[in-house]
């Protein structure tokens, strides 16, 4: 698949701190190593509906990540997938009458646009699963081979599904007890009480072909993977054994996470394979969170349809820290429509204060777990005084203007 177009990214005089992340693993707030170039895998939509706020604050977090590595020199190498083969997707066909082929290229189109909007930069790699169908095949292969995978003993569907024993840190990723985690597995895609698996969280790699299903040929049979080994084989592949972040919303911590990282470990033998483990807070309306199953979405397309600047909806979902689950109140956008003007307005005049120590405080912020609420409030108050008409340096506007193009991402 090709990923959406770029914006430039303005150079910003000075250096950058290292960025601090919270690891969801260790459940500590810690400094991020990366070497040359950093690796950053983002779990991508199952495009079965258009991209809602809860998607795009995810998609904002790890853009925040990408734009902090490069302001601090790193060349960053980032992959998404899209997984446009699932039981999600067959449904929503189904439900609609709608081609799930067709059904999953419209919305993977339209999040593309959304996501060109928000300017957000895309990956380097941008892989559909069904594109990397031969490649998964050929990983679960490797794994029935070195018995980390078992096929079901059933005559009519022997799928193969993965053995939890086959690594002995199963469970780090989440921290989560077992009764957890067999709950979250049967409310997440998983089949717990499916008869015949050597451990009921065992998870799925390779469904046989069902009658009415698409399947795709390989030496496992005909049929489709699971969820959780796209992502594995797709960031291996990719960006190697061990990857510097690995993201997504707080949802995809147990199980899609801690069995991608299960999968890559027993293959490869290298642990951990995420140094980072971070997950995104879930965005809320009307005080639940905002998802599909619930119908209580608010789509980016519409807001834009509707003449919304999606740098007002950029700054509005930056206004609350990344990790925090919050709840979407119309007053957010209006509060991020007034401050887009201001900063617009600020940025335009012949003169202001001088820039330095703001860059720097929006530096330091961002690299501090991507303290947006903090580092929006450097700006507003730079904002301020500009518009005040206190300060003299002509350059000052231009070095905001650039600084919160490259690392907030807003165009002004």
């Not at 089949?191 to 009921?200: S, T």
């Amino acid at each position: 698949m090709l990923p959406w177009s770029s914006a430039p990214v303005p150079p910003v005089a000075g250096s950058a701190p290292p960025l601090r992340l919270f690891d969801t693993s260790t459940g500590e707030l810690r400094p991020t190593a990366p070497g040359a170039t950093a690796r950053m895998y983002v779990c991508g939509i199952t495009p079965y509906d258009a991209t809602h706020l809860g998607h795009a604050a995810t998609y904002l977090a790890f853009d925040l990540v990408n734009r902090v590595w490069r302001d601090g020199g790193h060349d960053v190498h980032y992959v998404q997938n899209v997984t446009d083969i699932d039981e999600p997707l067959l449904e929503r066909a189904i439900r609609d009458h709608d081609d799930w082929v067709v059904l999953g290229m419209r919305e993977t189109a339209l999040f593309r646009e959304d996501m060109e909007a928000l300017r957000v930069l895309p990956p380097r790699h941008f892989i559909g699963a069904v594109e990397a169908i031969p490649e998964i095949a050929e990983l679960v292969g490797k794994l029935l081979a070195s018995g980390a995978a078992y096929r079901l003993d059933d005559p009519e569907f022997p799928d193969v599904y993965f053995d939890i024993s086959a690594t002995r840190e199963f469970g780090y990723e989440s921290g989560y007890d077992t009764e957890t985690m067999l709950r979250l597995s049967g409310e997440r895609g998983g089949d717990p009480e499916r008869p015949g698996k050597r451990n009921p969280l065992d998870a799925l790699l390779w469904r046989m072909a069902r009658e009415g299903e698409p399947a795709w040929d390989s030496d496992l049979g005909r049929g489709r993977p699971g969820w959780h080994v796209e992502c594995t084989a797709i960031a291996l592949n990719r960006l190697g054994t061990q990857i510097d972040v690995q993201g997504g919303g707080s949802d995809l911590s147990f199980p899609h996470h801690e069995f991608g990282a299960a999968h890559a470990e027993a293959l490869t033998g290298v642990h951990p394979f995420a140094r980072h483990y971070c997950h995104a807070g879930m965005i809320g309306l009307d005080g639940e969170k905002m998802s599909k199953s619930r119908g209580n979405l608010v789509f980016v397309s519409r807001l834009r349809a509707d003449g919304v600047d999606p740098m007002a909806i950029r700054l509005a979902l930056l206004s609350g820290h990344w990790r925090s689950d919050r709840i979407w109140e119309p007053s957010m956008l209006a509060e991020a429509e007034a401050r887009l003007a201001a900063w617009r307005e600020a940025t335009a005049l012949d003169s202001g204060p001088d820039a330095s120590d703001t860059v720097a405080r929006l530096r330091t912020h961002l690299a501090d777990d991507l303290d947006t609420p903090n580092a929006i409030a450097a700006v507003d108050a730079w904002a301020a005084e500009a518009r005040e008409r206190r300060g003299r340096d002509a350059e000052a506007p231009g070095v905001i203007r650039a600084a919160v193009d490259a690392l907030l991402g807003v165009a002004l």
